[in-house]
């Protein structure tokens, strides 16, 4: 197709740049590196990446740089026979030691980040929100004034019923729905409820350091975050869940508190069992 791999290069480039310039931050910045933070326990996830990263590189260094002059220094010379060692119990004891008690720490300190991250109850005041993959996008709901989202029950989740909630549930009544439109306030410990209505989907925002899977059947209720940037972002599924998976993905937008308030208040009221979920297009019977 190209001539030459420079004009090759230069429409991959081109088609690049144009599909860049999006309203979403997550291929404007941190293209080669970490995208940014804007999660509480984001911050605590680069500190132990960069731990590790800097334990690992500076062992590699050491390591290989031993391995290079050990092969240079007694490389094969004529005249200069081989040495025989039996090892040195001290050096083994000591380099298996270090590591030991590497690898504890690092384990110990990862399992109690882990705990407060997914077992830890989240702040009452938390803002609720309720997240239901299919093939291919995101239904949300969002509580309405009285800030109480209807329950939701995997086993009602059906094609119209997205959320598994019943109709009769008072908290619903006020309830409103998003389809692939995220917004929530910036500072504000946000919780969610993940389900699923057909395959596994997986939530997944780089900027928060956030990603779990959505397995149907469960409604996953234990994960929460506090952002502490604004900003727009991508909410992409992580799970290859079929042929429309390049698709699926949403607006994030984190905003003020009063754009928050104002987004909401311009919301009407949902259906209690249905999403405003436009009908999936391009999507076979044979596909989903
Ligand atoms: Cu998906």
């Known amino acids: 197709m190209f001539r030459t791999k420079a004009g090759a290069l230069a429409w991959i480039s081109a088609l690049w740049a144009s599909g ?3 309203w979403a931050e997550i291929r404007e910045t941190g293209v080669w590196w970490l995208p940014r933070n804007v999660s509480n326990f984001g911050h605590e996830i680069d500190f132990i990446f960069y731990v590790i990263l800097w334990l690992t590189g500076i062992t590699a260094v050491l390591v290989f740089g031993t391995m290079i002059y050990f092969m ?12 025989h060692s039996h090892g040195n119990n001290t050096l083994e004891i000591v380099w298996t030691t270090i590591p030991v008690f590497i690898f504890l720490a690092l384990a110990i300190y990862g399992n109690e980040m882990w705990a407060r991250m ?7 005041d938390a803002l609720q929100v309720a997240i239901v993959g299919e093939q291919f996008g995101w239904n949300l709901r969002y509580p309405g004034p009285d800030g109480k989202l209807a329950k939701m029950d995997s086993h009602k989740i059906t094609k119209d019923n997205p959320f598994g909630i019943d109709p ?3 908290d619903g ?3 409103f729905t998003t389809y692939n439109d995220m917004v929530i306030p910036v500072g504000k410990a946000v919780r969610l409820h993940l389900g699923s209505k057909d395959v596994i989907h997986s939530f997944y925002v780089p900027e928060f350091r956030l990603y779990q899977d959505m397995v149907p059947g469960r409604v996953y209720d ?16 992580n799970q290859l869940c079929g042929q429309g998976h390049y698709k699926m993905f949403g607006k994030l937008g984190v905003v003020t508190p009063a754009e928050y308030d104002a ?3 311009g919301k009407a009221p949902a259906a209690v069992t249905t999403s405003t979920a436009a009908a999936p297009e391009n999507v076979s019977v044979a596909n989903r």
Request: include cysteine; aromatic fraction near 12%; charge should be positive.
């Open 20 to 22: 860049s310039t999006g």
């Open 72 to 83: 240079v220094r007694y490389r094969q010379r004529a005249g200069v026979g081989a040495i």
């Open 118 to 124: 997914r077992m830890e109850v989240p702040p009452a």
């Open 168 to 170: 009769a549930d008072p």
């Open 173 to 175: 009544k006020d309830d």
């Open 222 to 237: 234990f994960v929460w975050f506090k952002t502490d940037a604004t900003g727009h972002f991508q909410l992409a599924c």
């Open 263 to 265: 987004w909401a208040k």
